[in-house]
Nanobody, 122 residues
Framework: VQLGESGGGLVQAGGSLRLSCSAS????????MAWFLQAPGKERVFVAA????????AQSDSLEGRFTISRDNAKNTVYLQMNSLKPEDTAVYYC????????????????WGQGIQVTVSS
């Protein structure tokens, strides 16, 4: 399974970005895909996850509804729409996949993308 993130960059506070994660490889090994973020010097933190079959999703309560995860099975792609961005959202965002289901801790994910930088300026 290979994962590749795109769509990051620099945005002003209050702005929006949409991250994409394209997946390839064994479908059953990536039936759940997720986004995590890792700020400098901090642990990798769960953002959101979605089941590719059925579309059930979960997201971190700390996001206050600002981020939305979605999927396009035909494109093998998962998206993270990020609105009302804040400087504290600045981090490297990682796409991850597993066959277990929606899990909130990073060790439960078997496959990871390289990560993509999101920087929110004040």
């Amino acid at each position: 399974v290979q994962l590749g993130e795109s769509g990051g960059g620099l945005v002003q506070a209050g702005g929006s970005l949409r991250l994409s994660c394209s997946a390839s490889g064994r479908t059953f090994s990536r039936n759940t895909m997720a986004w995590f973020l890792q700020a400098p010097g901090k642990e990798r933190v769960f953002v959101a996850a979605i089941r590719m079959c059925g579309g059930s999703a979960a997201q971190s309560d700390s996001l206050e509804g600002r981020f939305t995860i979605s999927r396009d099975n035909a494109k093998n792609t998962v998206y993270l729409q990020m609105n009302s961005l804040k400087p504290e959202d600045t981090a490297v965002y990682y796409c991850a996949a597993n066959s277990e289901g929606i899990m909130y801790l990073s060790p439960h994910y078997d496959y990871w993308g390289q990560g993509i930088q999101v920087t929110v300026s004040s």
